[in-house]
């Protein structure tokens, strides 16, 4: 991560995330919240297995595993624009 | 050949000294101490010309000068003015009542002589 | 089997790793190296404290009875994390700007620095942590008891006391030695986080390490291992229950709320940035430490005896497998996990404890002496340095009381609850004005009371307070107070039932009170400061202008004066057409506000207020305190500059005073010269003439001759003794004359004037009276001087005496201290007016004139006089002029020289 060109952005990006990322960050645990804390997570947790594994492990890992990797992404936007 | 010189001064050295000057170049020379009655005695003698001493007692030389100035038969009369002080305001005032001459003391005994002499012409 | 001792040798080596590593780290950053111990990485992996021995053990343990729903202690802190912009972010910010030293102290700044609140908070905090401290000591004891062959059931003989308070102590020196080694600015401990977060690197390799044994090892992947699982393990048909939402809530309210989460998520926060990392790292840290829990868990039941405690799986699986060395890692992993969550939470709680109950108390009683700040710092460190060794008592006796029973092993999640209830209070406090400090300390009671009432106390199984029949009937048998279930609602689960109506009680009051009480200034100030931290609001429209009327009354009243603001705000209200209440905070009248303010405080400031509460501009409060600092600034500098000009113009003053008496001394400098000039050039003139007759003139008579040289004689003289009269006056005048005193008699000095004038006299044949007898008077004066005088005054009679013949008539007497001289003459006398006039330099008397006088005699003999410390005077009145010396019969320095 740590080898992304340091290329001079824009000044006016760098002052500010966009409104759109600051706008991610800031839905990204209501997305968390309605898709684990939601009735919606019954249906994804039928007893199956997906490739051995129980779909209910699978889906919650998953899902959790897919929101690090959003937060990731969006944290690097935001830190990388200056307002971390 | 000369005619009559008045002499208004209040140092007795000073009449003396002018005096014997004025009287051995042929002037008929007429003294007097006081500015008191100056322009009086200047009127009756009538002289060729008037020497004033600026500082005289009981009047200012210029107050007798506005005076001589002021009588028709003095009027015209040349009037040399002797000064000790030297100041330009005095000079200033001397000239404005009209005074024909002025004079710093001390002076050189040829300079009162010739000067005298040119204001009798 | 491990042998005891070499378990004890093991740790104790880990625990000195740990002391160098921490050592090593606080040196480093103090001394400015090892910066990257400031990293993220280091920040992310100090928050594993969440991670303790209970879940470190127990989420393999839940796993083993209840399937998936350990996850949901991981996910509410993911989700918490993972919006961080929400919150985090604002909590970090807060805690950084605020300088923020524990969760409690968070809450009394945000309510008006309430020290109550403060109290209330900690006290909550140290009943909800003890029994998690308890809980730690009790997994590290349980662990030492699988090594040494112990079923795990024994924890309460003697051995595991004794072992359990080993550990507390050990744990208690290590904390004091890391947690109060200073008192940082901030609350930072660079040595202690740094060794949290080598622990956390310990647990996740130990877990890793036994979860890939289990599926690699054990099992031949992933598939292989959930083939083995319980078909009814997972239960994931009925995961979305209440319970799950509320472990959820709980655990996501617990990484925010427990004191020693919040004091490694903001106090120890040493720069926001951090957390961007640490919001994705941290759930990732989480994930990984989870990842393999079920498979553990899976493990452990088919492989162990179905008696085997669920709890131990992380450390009993490797050992049954014959991973003596996995297991001691486990062991160690698990070790981590309770030390690091000891020593966070004792320094959390210690410095709560002697920040908001040690100082405020000390400070009472110390009211009179104002404190040093040595004082403090020394009482403050000592104070927590004994609360830690309390904490860790009160985590010790409390384990030893209900030690091994079922109550500790669910105490990870009351424990959560009852920390929860500062949620409200702080969500309110961050994000909502209106929340005031009554509401949040009657908010936070009711759900303290809530929680004890319907889960702590009855964790205990009836032993402590709630007698078993008040938990199964209610308190007098009335069913609808049961504990349990509350007005009869039975609910699934005991902790949802807690966790329902404690929060919902809680917040109930919170904010029905905040609607009824209205916070005081600070908690106003406080209260913008906390919800504004970010300094700018994103205006949401062109015209912001949401002002609440209320508050732009109360600046207006403060501004501008109760009365007329007042008046101000009704005829506004009337314009508006109200017929009563306060007027809408239009944009019109808002500037009119504006404009109002800008003239008692400046525009502004008064911009800027007003921008504060209508919201249309981003101004923070802190800008604000700043303009008014600036603002006083200024005032206290125009003070300054008006004071300055006003001394400016007393100078000023006084100069031109100055120079208008030195244009009048200059002016009679002039006239003085003029007058020398007059004087010096009339005797000059007469010997420049005469001395220009001789020599021009060769035959003059002899007794012209003669004269004319006398005459030159004379004047010379003149002009000599003008020239000393001068210098005389001068010397006089400026106080440098030598004054020879000695004692003389007056006869004597009378005597010499006599003699010296008596030529003079012949001239005019004056006739000089004395009185020898009155003479005889001694005096200490200067007699050549005195004599001076008494010539000057017999000369001037001589000359100035209109009578003839002159009479001068000298006499003295004693006056009691002075003698006086009178030189009386029987002329005339000196006219009234010209008194004055006859002492001034150059003056003659209109009257009088004679040659040689240059009119310096009577202002010499009046300097003398001076000099000799007496006067001369004129005293009129007599029949002629009359001046009379007088001075003192012992000589005296003038009044001024």
């Known amino acids: 991560m740590k080898s992304e060109p340091e290329k001079p952005e824009p000044s006016g990006k760098r002052a500010q995330p966009t409104r759109k990322i600051r706008e991610s960050a800031a839905l990204l645990p209501l997305l968390g919240i309605f898709l684990l804390l939601t009735p919606l997570i019954s249906a994804f947790t039928q007893d199956s297995f997906t490739g051995g594994i129980p779909k209910a492990v699978s889906y919650i890992f998953g899902i959790w595993i897919g929101l690090i990797v959003l937060a990731a992404i969006l944290a690097r936007r935001l830190y990388n624009s200056g307002d971390g | ?121 | 089997m491990q042998s005891f001792n070499l378990l004890v040798s093991i740790c104790l080596l880990y625990v000195a790793a740990l002391f160098v590593i921490a050592y090593v780290a606080e040196r480093g950053v103090q001394e400015g190296r090892l910066n990257f111990l400031r990293s993220p990485v280091i920040y992310t992996l100090s928050l594993s404290v969440y991670c303790t021995a209970w879940t470190f053990y127990g989420a393999v343990g839940s796993a083993a009875r209840s399937g998936l729903e350990f996850v949901a202690i991981y996910l509410g802190p993911t989700l918490v994390f993972v919006g961080w912009w929400w919150f985090l972010r604002k909590l970090v910010r807060i805690g950084r700007t605020q300088r923020i030293t524990s969760i409690a102290d968070l809450l009394s700044s945000r309510y008006g620095k309430s020290n109550t609140l403060a109290v209330v908070v900690t006290l909550l905090a140290v009943i909800g942590t003890t029994p998690y401290i308890a809980l730690q000591l009790q997994s590290l004891t349980l662990s030492f008891f699988v090594f040494t062959g112990g079923s795990g059931e024994g924890t309460s003989t003697p051995f595991a006391s004794v072992t359990a308070f080993w550990v507390a102590a050990g744990l208690a020196v290590f904390t004091i030695v890391f947690g109060t080694r200073s008192l940082d600015a901030n609350e930072r401990h660079h040595g202690v986080v740094t060794a949290i977060a080598v622990e956390a690197v310990v647990k996740l390799i130990a877990l890793l390490s036994v979860g890939i044994f289990v599926v690699w090892g054990v099992a031949s992947g992933p598939a292989d291992i959930f083939e083995r699982m319980d078909q009814d393990l997972l239960q994931s048909s009925q995961i979305f229950n209440g319970r799950w939402v509320t472990l959820m809530f709980l655990s996501a309210a617990a990484i925010i709320c427990l004191p020693r989460m919040f004091q490694v998520v903001v106090v120890e926060n040493s720069n926001e940035r951090h957390l961007a990392t640490a919001s994705w790292a941290f759930p990732l840290y989480l994930f990984l430490m989870s990842l393999f829990v079920l498979p553990i868990a899976i493990a452990g039941q088919s492989e162990l005896p179905a008696d085997a405690n669920p709890d131990l799986f992380v450390m009993t699986v490797p050992l049954a497998k014959g991973q003596g060395t996995l297991a001691t890692l486990a062991f160690l992993g698990g070790f981590s996990s309770a030390t690091s969550m000891v020593i966070v939470a004792a320094i959390a709680l210690s410095t709560m404890m002697s920040n908001h109950i040690v100082l405020p108390i000390w400070l009472q009683l110390n009211k009179k002496r104002s404190p040093a700040s040595d004082d403090v710092r020394t009482l403050l460190l000592r104070t927590r340095r004994i609360s830690i060794g309390v904490v860790l008592a009160l985590g010790y006796f409390y384990f030893q009381i209900t030690g091994g029973s079922d109550a500790l092993a669910s105490i990870g999640l009351i424990a959560f609850l009852g920390v929860a209830q500062v949620l409200p209070a702080l969500l309110g406090g961050v994000f909502w004005h209106s929340a005031t400090r009554p509401a949040a300390i009657m908010g936070i009671c009711t759900g303290f009371f809530f929680w004890a009432y319907t889960l702590f106390l009855p964790s205990f199984d009836g032993a402590f307070i709630l007698s078993q029949s008040v938990i199964e009937n209610g308190p007098f048998g009335i069913s609808a107070l049961r504990p349990q279930s509350l007005w009869g609602n039975s609910f699934e689960d005991p902790l949802v039932h807690a966790v329902f109506w404690s929060i919902s009680f809680n917040t109930l009051v919170f904010v029905v009170a905040s609607l009824l009480t209205n916070p005081n200034s600070m908690e106003r100030q406080q209260s913008a400061q906390f919800i504004n931290v970010y300094g700018r609001i994103s205006p949401s429209s062109t015209i912001a202008r949401n002002a609440e009327a209320e508050e732009l009354l109360i600046l207006a009243q403060r501004i501008l004066g109760r009365q007329e603001a007042m008046n101000l705000f009704n005829q506004t209200a009337v314009s508006q057409g109200k017929v009563s209440g306060l007027p809408d905070p239009t944009q019109p009248f808002v500037e009119e506000l504006e404009r109002k303010f800008a003239g008692s405080v400046g525009a502004a400031t008064s911009h800027a207020m007003l921008a504060q509460i209508t919201g249309g501009e981003s101004v923070s409060v802190e800008d604000m305190i700043a303009v008014a600092d600036e603002t006083a600034q200024i005032m206290e500098y125009s003070e300054r500059l008006k004071t300055q000009s006003e001394e400016l113009k007393k100078t000023a003053q006084q100069l031109r005073a100055a120079n208008s008496q030195l244009l009048k001394l200059g002016e009679q400098k002039d006239t003085f010269l003029s007058q020398v000039s007059h004087e010096l050039r009339t005797p000059m003139t007469s010997i420049r003439s005469f001395s220009g007759i001789l020599r021009d003139s060769d035959s003059l008579p002899p007794e012209k001759l003669k004269h004319f040289s006398s005459v030159i004689h004379t004047e010379s003289i003149r002009l000599t003794r003008l020239l000393d009269d001068i210098l005389d006056l001068s010397f006089m005048e400026n106080g440098k004359v030598q004054l020879n005193i000695a004692p003389v008699n007056l006869s004597e000095v009378i005597n010499r004037a006599a003699t010296a004038t008596e030529t003079q006299l012949q001239e005019r044949s004056s006739e000089l009276l004395r009185n020898p007898a009155s003479e005889q008077i001694k005096v200490a004066t200067d007699s050549d001087r005195l004599a001076q005088v008494v010539i000057n005054l017999v000369a001037n009679a001589n000359k100035y005496c209109d009578a003839e013949p002159p009479q001068i008539s000298v006499s003295c007497r004693r006056n009691g201290g002075t003698v006086e001289i009178d030189v009386a003459d029987n002329g005339s006398g000196v006219d009234e007016s010209e008194v004055e006039l006859i002492f001034q330099k150059f003056s003659k008397l209109s009257g009088g004139f004679f040659v040689g006088s240059a009119g310096l005699g009577l202002p010499i003999s009046r300097e003398i006089m001076r000099n000799l410390g007496g006067t001369l005077t004129y005293e009129p009145g007599g029949a002629g002029a009359l001046f009379r010396v007088t001075l003192p019969l012992e000589h005296t320095e003038p009044a001024s020289a």
């Open chain 2, 1 to 121: 050949m000369a005619g009559k010189v008045l002499l208004i001064e209040d140092e007795p050295h000073i009449v003396e000294a002018i005096s014997f000057l004025l009287e051995r170049a042929g002037w008929q020379v007429f003294t007097h101490s006081n500015g008191q009655d100056a322009a009086e005695v200047a009127g009756r003698i009538a002289p060729d010309v008037i020497i004033l001493d600026n500082m005289l007692p009981n009047k200012s030389g210029i107050d007798v000068l506005r005076e001589i100035r002021a009588d028709a038969t003095t009027s015209g009369k040349p009037v040399l003015m002797l000064t000790a002080k030297g100041q330009a305001r005095d000079k200033a005032a001397a000239e404005e009542a009209g005074v024909s001459m002025f004079m710093t003391k001390p002076f050189s005994n040829q300079a009162i002589i010739d000067t005298v002499k040119m204001l009798a012409q």
